[in-house]
């Protein structure tokens, strides 16, 4: 039998190309290209009164300076809204070179194209912009009092107003027999990719052909929207995404104002342009996220039961809208995490702020909806002098209640209905895997020996795999070499290997015979793209598919030739034999060879299918009524809503008495997205979620000025943790199938970072003895907390010692 | 992230680099292992029309080891000295302090006294300079000079080396018999500039301390040695008197020092983080001076 390739933890296919620098990123390509480089503004709000680049224009080495004057058409429109939504009643995008007016600090305002990088950014110097500056509206808080505006024509700041609401929540709050408050605050981070953006165009003018490459997430999208900008037939546009150095998120918005202008300029100058961005430029004119205030009313019962759950958000948009409103949608969706919340009420507003714009980072929305959720129940253990996990165990929706509707929309306007997850049994692994019962006993030790240590706990839901589709495209050769295609892109996630592992096993090939492209719109012009942690779910799905019309194909054209029905056979190591009796069998290349058939030889194989072979039947065409020439197969899949995966953390802190410094002892994941293609990769994704989410949690922060500088634009003062700040990560897994896809597979990308702020929080209060409110959370900021503690501003938990925090109903513990 | 242009200069000799330094003047600046410089360029925060690139000049890649001082040529990477048994052994401090210079990939180019030229109090290796009572040997256009470091040190990343002046080597005085040093800082991220730091060297005689000093890393302006004699003198480490000492010494580093706050940190936390380093490093270095004795 086939070695079974679904479900092993084999290693990636990619990274011996990848780890010894055989990728080939945008900025490895096109070396002959014009660069293009960028006046952005210094001003957070501005008018543009003058711009002058008369001292730049005899830079040697200058091809063209531009400025949004010099854009025709379409090209000088604004940007395209991408995801409208009825409730984004003030959606507003910028221009792909500011027109008038700036709005946040590294907005473009002129396009110089040079010979190379260095000129190009010796001209930007050498242009004189004047400007008129506007009052500057930074923070939520400031957005929120409306007083100063960002837009003009934008009331109160406010892009989004929106409320669902399920169950009559005020009769719930009013009835319930306690009721508790949250002000809650998370602040900005950002993907920040290893390669940042970059694009590089060349513009055929003999075929009136445009070939672009894009750092993107989505070729198909960027494709698209460049051809309805450029004006173009969108079968003379291609677009390409290399090998991606990381997404996160960031390059799924498209296009950015540099994939319209390049391929403009590369098509007005006749040669290939490139611009590839750098770090500063990426700090400050890409896109963040996180950024919310939030306001948690909570109405439960003695035990702890919800009853009514009401949130406020207020979400931080920045500047533009260009990717809606998806973030605070699904902040307000997915807050909702395992729990039934009896009642539940969300409104939030999504807020203009003089800064760069906010779009869907890792997690994208999520990690603040579980923050507000988890420093709610831990509140309410606290409230109710409960074990925390047991408070969340009485809530959890049960493994009996799925399927389970929420009653909302989801982000793809669906109804956000949980598939399948058993959060019992993940939290009874997670429990024994931390030693959550031993907790007490371990902390009285570390007390003695004048430690402060916190255990913190954080459980959430994802949906992933969002629609509406993915493809695959199948494809064999007459030497049995398996070429797969799918059209959405990669950025390091271990697609070459995982899609090869599902054809493996659908098909019946070895590994090693099988070929993945992605993200190539000359292979696959219909795909969505890299985002909701949808690669495996979409297009492994469809890929699945895809592979499987093609077994079958391969089945009916062995069995004709081999005479027997395709039933007796089989597939193995890409040989279809008879099944018992093996010897009777043809390899997949010699069916491919049969499949298309030929008039012309052009090797030894080929001649077998040729038209003088004489192994046709005369009466018959050569390709039959209801086949195509080819061994291909290709599928799509598209399924009616998203899966949901979930997961659970805990973390063990230690914080210095004196200093404040918080150091994590222990980080422990357990982690379900159903049947997993391969475990290895799922434990990397974790891994990768897990460090971006200590990030957030204990280092990365966007310090903006009251201005709208933003003070650390650079890798010395954004702080994101290297591998000595990553603790060491105990995962493991619970694999509760979807019954949703072919496959039974939830998506994982996302996952690891999700609750990592809310699991920090929880453990350092648990530490402290105070609430964390706030986060991210560095020693300086604990250490004015605990000042402020001692003074009688913040006040304590109501547990009277931090060792009695073990319920006596903790034996009510669900079992797996 | 591209610098402005420049011409590159890459002299063979001291002489050579002089003399083109001279030429230059203010529109000069020496290349040495560039981990503070290129950035700079890269940013545009500076655009020096020349750069003088020193790594092909000979005879400044040596560390010597005299009786009174570890001397250290200006094309010694960090990760050199700190793995010179020879310097250890002289000078446990430097290894100690090194250590805490951000990560091996940059200090395996960065030079000490390259760092000791850019002059950034959150440096560690100014420090240790003020710390040994160190010195700057320097080459001009009309010969050489000694520059002690508290006339070298004047400002933030300013010293009294001219332009047309070349840093060729520094001198970290070694410590009497009967010392102990010890090096420790806080920093947000591992390898980042501290948040604070602090070294001591605590010399132990007949038992009780003779001499004790500290400097400081990111909480004083300029490098700047306190003397801890007053809180410490007489004192035999390890008695209850000591763990007053300790104390009052602890007190005069907070009275002493003048941090400034930043995105990071507070200038009271600052004050509060030197303070306690202090008290965890003076036992450190007592040790060490005991087992030295």
């Given at each position: ?11 990636r296919k990619e990274d011996p190309r990848l780890l010894t620098g055989g990728g080939r990123y945008l900025d490895d390509l096109g070396h002959d290209a014009l660069a293009a480089a960028f006046v952005r503004s210094p001003h957070a709000h501005a008018r543009i009164v003058d711009i002058d680049a008369s001292d730049a224009v005899d830079v040697e080495g200058v091809v063209g300076i531009y400025v949004h004057e010099d854009l025709p058409g379409r090209v000088g429109e ?614 971006q989410g200590v990030g957030g949690a204990l280092y990365e922060r966007m310090a903006y000025d009251e201005s709208g500088q933003l003070l650390n634009a650079s890798f010395m003062d954004f702080l994101m943790p290297y591998a000595s700040e990553v603790p060491t990560i105990e995962a493991d897994h619970l694999e509760t199938p979807s019954p949703l896809n072919p496959l039974g597979i939830k998506g994982a990308g996302e996952a690891g970072c999700i609750p990592v702020s ?21 020693p300086y900021d604990l250490w004015e907390l605990r000042r402020r503690h001692a003074d009688g501003e913040i006040p304590s938990l109501h547990r009277t010692s931090s060792t009695t925090r073990t319920s006596g109903t903790s034996s009510k513990e669900p079992t797996a | 992230m591209k610098p402005a242009p420049f011409e590159h200069h890459a002299p063979l000799t001291v002489e050579q680099a002089v003399s083109v330094l001279s030429e230059v003047g203010h529109e000069g ?265």
């Open positions: 039998m086939t070695t079974q390739m679904f479900g092993a933890p084999i290693r604004p940007l395209p809204l991408l995801i409208p939504h009825p409730t984004l009643t003030h959606g507003r995008t910028g221009y792909a070179l500011a027109k008038d007016e700036v709005n946040h600090v590294g907005e473009p305002i002129v396009m110089v194209v040079a010979s190379d990088r260095y000129v190009a950014e010796d001209a930007c110097q050498r242009i004189r912009v004047t400007y008129e500056q506007l009052p500057v509206v930074v923070g939520i808080e400031a957005a929120r009092a409306g007083e100063l505006l960002v837009h003009d024509d934008v009331p109160d700041n406010v892009a989004a107003h929106m409320l669902q609401e399920v169950g009559d929540v005020e009769a719930a709050m009013a009835a319930a027999p306690r009721t508790l408050t949250l002000d809650l605050d998370i602040e900005r981070s950002a993907c920040m990719p290893m390669e940042g953006k970059g694009v590089y165009a060349r513009w055929d003018r003999d075929r009136g052909e445009l070939r672009m490459y894009s750092s993107t997430q989505t070729s198909t999208g960027v494709r698209a929207a460049v051809a309805a900008k450029l004006d173009l037939p969108l079968a003379k546009v291609e677009c390409i995404a290399p090998d991606v150095g990381g997404g996160f998120g960031v390059k799924i918005v498209h296009p950015w104002p540099e994939e319209v202008l390049v391929p403009w300029a590369a098509i007005r100058l006749g040669r290939p342009v490139k611009w590839a961005e750098d770090r500063r430029e990426h700090f400050i004119s890409a896109a963040h996220e996180r950024g919310q205030l939030q306001q948690v009313t909570v109405g439960f019962d003695d035990e702890g039961h919800l009853l009514a759950l009401d949130v406020k958000l207020w979400h931080d948009n920045g500047a533009y809208t260009p990717y809606g409103i998806i973030v605070p949608i699904i902040t307000s969706t997915q807050l909702l995490g395992p729990y039934k919340p009896g009642t539940y009420r969300c409104e939030f507003w999504s807020l203009y702020t003089n800064t760069v714009l906010v779009t869907p980072y890792r997690g994208a929305g999520r990690p603040q909806g579980c923050f507000a959720m988890e420093r709610t129940m831990d509140a309410i253990a606290d409230e109710l002098g409960l074990d925390r996990a047991e408070v969340r165990s009485r809530n959890f929706i049960l493994p009996t209640e799925m399927p389970w509707d929420h009653g909302l929309l989801f982000q793809d306007g669906r109804p956000l209905k949980y598939d399948s997850g058993d959060f019992p049994a993940s939290l009874a692994k997670l429990k024994s895997l931390v030693g959550w019962d031993d907790f007490a006993d371990y902390r009285r030790q570390a007390e003695a020996e004048g430690r402060k240590v916190g255990l913190g706990i954080g459980c959430y839901v994802e949906g992933t795999g969002v629609g509406p589709y993915e493809g695959g495209h199948i494809q064999i050769e007459t030497s049995g070499r398996v070429n797969v295609s799918t059209g959405l892109t990669s950025q390091g996630q271990g697609h070459e290997t995982v899609f090869a592992q599902i054809v493996a096993q659908e098909l019946g090939v070895r590994m090693e015979d099988v070929f993945v492209t992605t993200g190539d719109t000359r292979k696959m012009a219909y795909a969505v793209g890299t985002f909701a942690s949808r690669a495996a779910v979409m297009s492994g799905s469809a890929i699945a598919l895809a592979a499987r019309n093609v077994r079958a194909k391969a089945l009916r054209i062995a069995a004709d030739a081999l005479e027997v029905s395709p039933d007796d056979l089989e597939i193995v190591e890409g040989t279809v034999r008879v099944k018992g009796a093996p010897a009777t069998s043809m390899s997949l290349g010699t069916v491919s060879v049969l499949s298309n058939p030929l008039r012309y030889a052009f090797d030894e194989a080929a001649q077998a299918a040729t038209q003088f072979a004489g192994t046709f039947d005369p009466d018959k065409p050569p390709v039959a009524d209801d086949e195509e020439p080819g061994l291909e197969g290709k599928d799509f899949y598209s399924p009616t809503q998203a899966t949901f995966a979930n997961g659970m953390h805990a973390a063990i802190v230690e914080t210095d008495p004196v200093t404040a410094e918080i150091k994590i002892l222990r980080y422990c994941v357990i982690h379900d997205c159903g049947t997993m293609i391969n475990p290895m990769i799922v434990e990397g994704q974790v891994h990768g979620g897990v460090a809310a699991v920090i929080a929880s453990a350092i209060e648990d530490a402290e003895g105070f609430p964390i409110t706030r986060m991210p959370i560095s | 600046k020496v290349l040495a292992g560039g981990q503070s410089l290129i950035p700079i360029l890269n940013m545009r925060l500076a655009s020096p029309a020349h750069l003088v690139d020193i790594n092909r000049v000979a005879g400044l890649d040596s560390v010597e080891v005299t009786p009174e001082a570890v001397r250290v040529g200006a094309l010694v990477r960090h990760a050199g000295l700190e793995r010179s048994e020879e310097a250890f052994a002289a000078l446990p401090l430097l290894r100690q302090a090194l250590v805490n210079v951000a990560h091996p990939a940059i200090r395996n180019r960065g030079t000490t006294v390259g760092s000791i030229a850019h002059a950034d109090a959150a440096g560690e290796m100014p420090a240790i300079l003020a710390l040994t009572d160190g010195v700057v040997e320097v080459a001009g256009p009309s010969g050489s000079r000694e520059i002690e470091w508290p006339d070298f040190f004047l400002g933030a990343l300013e010293t009294s080396l001219a332009a047309e002046e070349l840093a060729v080597a520094v001198r970290f005085g070694r410590f009497p018999v009967g010392t102990g040093t010890a090096f420790t800082e806080a920093a947000r991220r591992h390898g980042d500039y501290a948040m604070a730091g602090v070294g001591v060297a605590v010399t132990v005689t007949d038992g009780v301390v003779s001499a004790a000093r500290a400097s400081f890393v990111s909480v004083t302006d300029v490098p700047s040695v306190l003397d801890l004699g007053p809180a410490l003198g007489g004192v035999e480490p390890g008695t209850a008197a000591w763990d007053e000492a300790v104390e009052d010494a602890a007190e005069a580093v907070r009275e002493h020092v003048d941090p400034e706050g930043d995105i990071h940190a507070s200038a009271d936390y600052r004050r509060m983080l030197v303070t306690e380093l202090t008290r965890r490093v003076l036992p450190q270095a007592a040790d060490r001076a005991g087992a030295t004795a």
